[in-house]
C-alpha cells in the first residue's frame, strides 16, 4: 500500500498549531484493505499461579489491527490494559499465545530486539527518557531504536541540527536546551520529549500508557492534541489506553473494552461513530464514577 | 614544620608514581558504579588477580608487555563473573563483588602457588625506559603517564560513539535503555568487565613498581579508591561525562598526597584507615552541611537491585 508520507517536520509543526483542531482520525479509517500490523491471539497470563493470590490478567485475549488503526484501551482497574501493552512491548512476558506484529512473531523476543518495531509513551514522564542524560542524547538514543548503535561517533552537527529543529517545532523552547540534563525539565516538557523520541523513526506500533495522566489539565491537552496529530498525519498504528470514556468517544476508530483480561467489546467503524459516554458506561458491570468524570 | 614539608616533597616523586598506578582501580570503581548505576567491589579482588596473574606470566618468561594485557583479560573474565552473578541469579550487584572477591582470594593463592612471589630478575615494563640512575620514579610516571593518557582519551572517544551512549542510558534508565533496542545485559557485561580490566591492570603495574606480589595486596583498597573518586568529583563535579572521566585520575593524585601527607606529619600507617574515612565523609558531608540541595545527590545514589 503506497501512501505519501508528510515529512516529519511539517508534521510537528502542525501539533500545536492552535487554529487546527484535532484531528478526527475515524473519518479516514479503517482502511478494509490495510494489512494487518498487529495480531495477538488467545494471549494468557497469570500471576503468582498456584498460590491463594492467583490473578489471570490476560485470559485467552485475541486482537488484530490494521495498518494504521488507532485503537482507544478502556477498562477498569485490574482489566489487563497495563498487561497487555506490556505484552506488546515485551516488558511482560505472556504464558500462552502468540503476538505479531508487521508479521514478525516478537513472542518470545526480548524487549530490546522488540524495540525496532514498538515505540510507547509512558504514564510517568520519568520513564521514558534517561533523566541524567541531555535532550541531544535523548534524542540520539530514540533514533538509535531502530537501528543498532555502532562505534560511530554519536551526536554529529548533522543530528544535532536535525534534533534542534524537530524540537523548535515543539515551540516549548527544547531546541535551545539542548545540552540540558532531562531531569531539569518539568512533566510536560518530559512527556512532549518523550512523544517527539517516539516517533522521530515511525514506529510499526506506537503505545500510549495513560500518558497525559500525570499531566495538569493545560499541559495534558497539548500533549494529547500533539499525539493525535502526529499520530494521523503519520498513520501510525496506535494502541492508546485510557481512562477518560470521553477521549475513547472522540479519538481514535476504534475502541476496545477489556475486563477480566478479554476484549469485552469491539466497536469500530460506523458503529463508533454513534457511541457515547453513556453507551459505554451501560456497558461496564460496576459504573465508575471515575471514569464517568474522566478523572 | 619544616622536617614535615621537607619529608612530603621528599615523598612526593613516588607518591605521583604510586597514584598514577592507583588512578585505575579508581577508574574501576568509577565506571561501574557511576556510568552503569551497578556498584561493585569486584576490584578488591581483581586487582590482586591482575597482580598475580602478570607475576606468574613474568616468571615464566613471558615478557612484560604481553604480561599486562595477560591481568586485564583476567580481570575481565573476574568482572564477567560478577555480573553474571548480579543478572543470572537477581543477587545484588554489592554481595555479587563480594563473592567474586572473596573467591578471587583462592584463586590468586592457587596461581601464585605462595602468598607472595618476587619479581626481581625479570625485566619490568618500566626498565624499557631508562633515564639513568636515581629516575626510577620519574620513569614510572612517564610510563604510567602515557597509559593513563591513552586510557583517558580512548574512554572519552567511546563515550563519545553511539555505543558508548547507549551504555551510559543503560546506567541511567535500564528499562528506557533496553525500550530504545539496547541490550542492557551485554552493556553491563562489557562495563562491569572493563572495569575489572582496569583494577588489573592497576595490579600488574603495581606488581612491577613495588617488585614483588603478595596476595593480600588488594585488602583495604576500594575505601581509598572511592574516597580518591569522591574528592575527584567534588573538586571537578560530574555533570558532564568529561568531568565525570577525568575526577578519578585527579582525584587519586591529589588523595594519594594527601595520604602522604598525613604520613610526613607523623601519622602512623595505621592511623591511615580513620583519616581516609575522615576525607570521605567530609567530601560526601561538607555540600550537605552547607546546605547546597543539588550536591546532596552525591551521597544518596540510586542503588540498582
Given amino acids: 500500500m503506497l501512501r505519501s508520507r508528510p515529512a516529519l517536520l511539517d508534521v510537528i509543526a502542525s501539533w500545536t498549531d492552535p487554529f487546527l483542531s484535532a484531528p478526527r482520525v475515524a473519518d479516514s479509517f479503517p482502511n478494509k484493505w490495510a494489512p494487518e500490523m498487529l495480531n495477538i491471539t488467545n494471549l494468557r497470563r497469570t500471576f503468582f499461579a498456584g498460590t491463594a493470590d492467583e490473578k489471570v490478567a490476560l485470559d485467552g485475549l485475541s486482537l488484530s489491527l490494521g495498518k494504521g488503526e488507532f485503537g482507544v484501551i478502556i477498562g477498569s482497574n485490574g482489566a489487563g490494559k497495563s498487561t497487555l501493552l506490556n505484552a506488546i512491548s515485551g516488558a511482560l512476558q505472556v504464558d500462552e499465545g502468540t503476538i505479531t506484529i508487521a508479521d514478525d512473531d516478537v513472542t518470545r523476543m526480548p524487549v530490546h530486539d522488540r524495540a525496532r518495531h514498538v515505540a510507547r509513551v509512558f504514564q510517568d514522564p520519568m520513564k521514558g527518557t534517561a533523566s541524567g542524560m541531555t535532550i541531544a542524547e535523548n534524542m540520539l538514543l530514540a533514533e538509535l531504536r531502530t537501528s543498532k548503535a555502532r562505534l560511530k561517533p554519536g551526536l554529529t552537527r548533522k543530528r544535532l541540527d536535525n534534533y534542534r529543529e524537530q524540537l523548535s517545532y515543539l515551540k516549548l523552547g527544547l531546541e535551545d536546551r539542548m545540552d540540558t540534563q532531562v531531569s531539569l525539565l518539568s512533566g510536560g516538557q518530559r512527556q512532549s520529549l518523550s512523544l517527539v523520541m517516539a516517533v522521530i523513526k515511525e514506529p510499526d506500533i506506537l503505545l500510549l500508557d495513560e500518558h497525559t495522566a500525570a499531566l495538569d489539565p493545560r499541559t495534558a491537552n497539548l500533549v494529547l492534541n500533539a499525539t493525535l496529530r502526529a499520530v494521523s498525519a503519520l498513520k501510525l498504528t496506535t494502541l492508546m489506553v485510557s481512562h477518560n470514556m470521553q477521549h475513547a468517544v472522540d479519538y481514535g476508530n476504534r475502541i476496545l473494552m477489556l475486563e477480566a483480561g478479554k476484549v469485552k467489546l469491539d466497536i469500530s467503524g460506523a458503529e463508533k461513530e454513534g457511541v457515547s459516554v453513556q453507551s459505554l458506561t451501560n456497558h461496564f458491570a460496576i459504573k465508575s464514577d471515575r471514569m464517568l468524570l474522566g478523572a | ?305
Fill in chain 2, 1 to 305: 614544620m619544616n622536617e614535615v614539608i621537607s619529608t612530603f616533597i621528599a615523598l612526593i616523586p613516588v607518591t605521583l608514581a604510586q597514584s598514577l598506578i592507583l588512578s585505575f582501580v579508581v577508574l574501576a570503581i568509577m565506571i561501574p558504579f557511576r556510568i552503569l548505576s551497578f556498584p561493585d567491589l569486584t576490584s578488591e579482588g581483581a586487582y590482586p588477580l591482575g597482580g598475580a596473574v602478570c607475576a606468574i606470566a613474568m616468571v615464566s618468561g613471558v615478557p612484560a608487555y604481553l604480561a599486562i594485557p595477560l591481568a586485564v583479560a583476567a580481570g575481565f573474565v573476574a568482572g564477567c563473573a560478577t555480573a553474571l552473578i548480579h543478572l543470572r541469579f537477581k543477587i545484588h550487584t554489592l554481595l555479587a563483588g563480594i563473592l567474586v572477591t572473596t573467591m578471587l582470594y583462592s584463586v590468586n593463592l592457587r596461581i601464585l602457588g605462595k602468598p607472595n612471589v618476587p619479581l626481581f630478575k625479570e625485566t619490568k615494563l618500566f626498565d624499557y625506559l631508562d633515564l639513568g640512575k636515581g629516575m626510577n620514579n620519574l620513569e614510572k610516571i612517564l610510563i604510567v603517564g602515557l597509559l593513563m593518557g591513552v586510557v583517558g582519551f580512548g574512554l572519552r572517544l567511546w563515550f563519545m560513539t553511539e555505543r558508548g551512549i547507549a551504555m551510559r542510558a543503560v546506567g541511567d534508565n535500564p528499562d528506557m535503555a533496553e525500550a530504545q533496542g539496547n541490550n542492557v545485559d551485554r552493556a553491563i557485561f562489557l562495563g562491569v568487565g572493563a572495569a575489572g580490566g582496569c583494577a588489573a591492570l592497576s595490579g600488574s603495574l603495581m606488581v612491577q613498581s613495588q617488585a614483588f606480589v603478595d596476595v593480600n595486596m588488594g585488602i583495604g583498597l576500594l575505601i581509598n579508591a572511592l574516597a580518591a573518586l569522591m574528592i575527584g568529583e567534588t573538586i571537578l563535579g560530574r555533570r558532564k561525562i568529561s568531568q565525570q572521566l577525568l575526577a578519578p585520575f585527579v582525584g587519586s593524585l591529589i588523595y594519594y598526597q594527601l595520604i602522604s601527607f598525613c604520613l610526613a606529619a607523623g601519622l602512623a600507617p595505621s592511623d591511615l584507615k580513620i583519616a581516609t574515612g575522615i576525607f570521605v565523609l567530609v567530601m560526601l558531608g561538607a555540600p550537605i552541611l552547607k546546605g547546597k540541595r543539588n550536591t546532596t545527590r552525591l551521597a544518596k545514589e540510586s542503588i540498582r537491585e
